[in-house]
Structure formats: C-alpha cells, structure tokens
C-alpha cells in the first residue's frame, strides 16, 4: 500500500475539520475526496503535506511515518500537490515554471552547482530536456518561453500540473484540477489523468466535477463535515443512499 492514513484528526477551535479520518491509497491508482465544501477535503492534504498538523493520528507513506516531518521532507519523499488556487510563477516563463519542480530531483548538490563542474551541466541539460518533454506531452512545448500568466486559464491547470511531475513523485495530490475548466478542457484533463495512471502515476484528487470522478478514480472516500459517511468503487458511492442525502440532497442522484 503505498499511503495509509489512519485515524486522522484536525481541530480549529472546537470545531473537528476532520474527524478520524481512515484510508487507503494503492500504488497506481487514482483515489479521490469528495464532499461539500467544508468536508475536510483540502485540510487532509494540508495534513498529508506537512502543511497543518494533526491532532492525533497516522500518515505513513510506503511504510514511512510523516507525521512530524516539515513539507520539504514530505515533498522529497516524493509527495507533490496542486493547490485548488493557482499556484504558478506568473512572471517566470513556462518552461521556467516547470524547471522548479524539476530541480527538486537534481543530484549535483550546492559545491557542484556553484562551480558549475560538469556533472552540473550535464544535469542542467537533463533537467531541461525531461522538462521539454512534460511539455510537450500536454501540448504546451510551443509555449514554453511565453510568461506563464500569458496561457489560457486551463493551459495553466495543466501546467501547474506538469511542474509538479517534474519533480519525479510517487503521489500527487490534485485539488479541484477542473475547477474553471471548461467542458472540452475537463474531457482533456480526465483522458491525461488516465494516460498518467497507466504509466504507474499514484494520485489523491479532491474534485467537485462528480463526471470527472466518476471516469477517472478508482475508489472514492466521502467526506461530510469532517467524517466518512461512505467508500467504495465510484458505481458503489454513486448508489449509496447516504452519499444522496448528505452530499446532493435527498432527491438528487450523483451525476
């Protein structure tokens, strides 16, 4: 099992964020949160990432304990995330924004890096040509010396994405990747989560956008106020009469 979170608890105050939260994230899949807003969704990834601290409970990461450790040890572990508010470098290119997380990988050190030693070139041109690639694979390579502000508001989805593959993880947390994608862009991103799940990719997503979740995950956990109220395949938490009720309303049915 690659993460297993297990009784994951966060305050504010007196209220519970999340209330002994429970799951499992295999490797190779896409396993999503959903809920309404104020389900606890993002506060679990802030948890997972070492953003917030939990009040009581486990994270462990390929048999790791990450409760306690700082974001940049989590990060490299080889836990990235995307933030439901774009996150991107406007004033930097966007090559240059992939180039980030790129380096996050880099293996030349500071001493090698300062003298600019061989190894370091030849690393600086790895880095940039699997950088290239990224791009390339989602149609942004005739972009990559524009500002990043310059795209498109779905190209910058996508690009936020591709820096967080740069850095080579094992887990990616997507929040709300669709949020403000239009139709044509949803069915694009949907059809790059499923390619980057067939190349072994493991990601945790938070989406509102149930057609999207139900094409793409291949377990959901249901969050409301902070407690599981369900979990299962997307056809068994689509049916569950619990989900109807609490998520969409008592005469709704997930879309």
Same mark, same amino acid.
């Given at each position: 099992?690659?993460?297993?979170v297990? =009784? ?8 519970a964020?999340?209330k002994?939260v429970g799951?499992k +994230? ?25 953003? @917030?601290?939990p ?6 990461f390929? =048999?790791?304990? %990450? ?13 990235t995330?995307?933030?439901?508010? /774009?996150? %991107?470098? &406007? =004033?930097? !290119?966007?090559?240059?924004?992939v ?13 090698? &890096?300062?003298?600019?030693l061989p &190894?370091?070139?030849?690393e600086?041109?790895r880095?940039?040509?699997?950088a ?9 390579e005739?972009?990559?010396g ?6 498109p508001?779905g ?5 936020e994405?591709?820096?967080? %593959?740069? &850095? =080579? #993880?094992?887990?990616?947390? /997507?929040d709300? #990747? ?7 862009e ?5 059809a790059?989560?499923?390619? @980057?799940?067939?190349k072994? @990719? !493991?990601?945790?997503?938070i989406?509102?956008?149930m057609?999207? +979740? ?5 377990r959901v /956990? ?5 407690? +599981? ?6 056809q068994? +938490? ?9 998520? @969409? ?7």
């Amino acid at each position: 099992m690659l993460l297993e979170v297990k =009784g994951l608890t966060k305050f504010f105050g007196g209220v519970a964020a999340v209330k002994d939260v429970g799951f499992k +994230v295999s490797k190779g899949s896409i396993f999503a949160l959903i809920g309404p807003n104020g389900a606890g969704k993002t506060t679990i990834f802030n948890l997972i990432t070492g953003a @917030l601290p939990p009040d009581s409970g486990t994270i462990r990461f390929e =048999g790791r304990q %990450l409760v306690g450790l700082k974001p940049y040890q989590i990060a490299a572990a080889g836990i990235t995330r995307t933030f439901q508010n /774009l996150q %991107l470098f &406007s =004033g930097m !290119t966007v090559l240059e924004n992939v180039l980030t997380g790129a380096y996050l990988k880099g293996r030349t050190g500071f001493v090698k &890096s300062l003298f600019c030693l061989p &190894s370091k070139n030849r690393e600086d041109k790895r880095i940039k040509e699997e950088a290239l690639a990224l791009l390339e694979e989602i149609g942004l390579e005739e972009a990559a010396g524009l500002p990043a502000a310059a795209l498109p508001f779905g190209q910058q989805r996508l690009l936020e994405i591709a820096r967080a %593959l740069a &850095s =080579g #993880p094992r887990l990616v947390l /997507l929040d709300e #990747p669709a949020a403000g994608l239009n139709s044509t862009e949803t069915r694009s991103l949907a059809a790059y989560l499923k390619k @980057l799940r067939e190349k072994g @990719l !493991t990601m945790l997503l938070i989406e509102h956008d149930m057609e999207t +979740v139900m094409e793409v995950a291949d377990r959901v /956990l249901v969050l409301n106020f902070g407690h +599981v109220i369900a979990e299962g395949t997307p056809q068994e +938490v689509q049916a569950d009469p619990e989900v109807i009720k609490a998520y @969409l309303g008592e005469d709704d049915q997930v879309a």
